[in-house]
């Protein structure tokens, strides 16, 4: 079975404040994608990144980077000097990597509030 | 591009109504994903179709729930009879291939 923890229901910062949403998987699968996505306020749900589980090298993408690591089960994602428009709802979500489809399984996500 | 295009955004039912929910996915994208939104279960898989066939439909909750894909443009997702637990966010999702999914605005059900 997949499973998909973020443990941190909501966190409120200060806007510029560096923030750290944690993921924590469980899967059998030898090989898996690894994902995030944002959900604003206005619903809509925004692909942010994908990993393979090949792949442990962290990536950043200008105040976002992630952390993938493998030893512990972990995938978290870092905002760096964070801003009003950062503020949504951020999932985290597995799915394996065999087969076509990408069926991804959610965590139950992290509300993020970046306060002025 | 257009993305993913969900209708209606936003539908109130009476319990025992039938609803449907529709989506056109972005072209030539060969994998289509219902999933649903709720407080209590979170985003949770209910079928996926993989060139306009059912492949998986193990996350539909009940043979109240169907869904179609008669061409490759365009899908429902049918509730019938709805019951006031259906209330939730549909979203409608698709992927050219392995690529990442791309997701509609969804549609918020609200069944009374």
């Known amino acids: 079975a997949q499973k998909v923890t973020q443990a941190q229901t909501e966190i409120s910062v200060v806007e510029k404040e560096d923030v750290t949403l944690d993921c924590v998987y469980e899967?059998?699968?030898?090989?898996?994608?690894l994902f995030w996505y944002k959900q604003p306020p206005s619903g809509e749900l925004v692909f942010l990144i994908r990993r393979n589980s090949f792949d442990e090298q962290n990536e950043i993408s200008g105040r976002y980077s992630w952390n993938f690591q493998k030893s512990t089960s972990s995938f978290n994602f870092t905002i760096t000097a964070s801003q009003v428009v950062d503020s949504a709802v951020y999932f985290c979500?597995?799915?394996?990597?065999?087969?076509?489809?990408?069926?991804?399984?959610f965590g139950q996500g992290t509300r993020l509030t970046i306060n002025p | 591009d257009a993305g993913v295009i969900q209708s209606p955004r936003h539908e109130v039912t009476e319990m025992g109504q039938e609803v449907t929910l529709r989506c056109k996915p972005i072209s030539g994208h060969d994998y289509l994903f219902w999933y649903r939104q709720t407080m209590m279960r979170g985003l949770e898989l209910l079928i996926y179709?993989?060139?306009?066939?059912?492949?998986?439909d193990s996350g539909m909750p009940e043979d109240r729930f169907s869904a179609k894909m008669p061409n490759a443009s365009f899908s429902t997702l049918k509730i019938q009879p709805s019951e006031p637990r259906d209330s939730a966010v549909y979203f409608c999702?698709?992927?050219?291939?392995?690529?990442?999914?791309?997701f509609g605005n969804g549609t918020r059900l609200t069944v009374t």
């Open positions: 899967t059998r699968d030898t090989t898996y994608y």
């Open positions: 999702a698709s992927s050219p291939g392995r690529s990442p999914l791309h």
């Open positions: 179709f993989n060139n306009n066939v059912p492949i998986d």
């Open positions: 979500a597995l799915s394996p990597l065999r087969g076509g489809a990408q069926k991804l399984v």
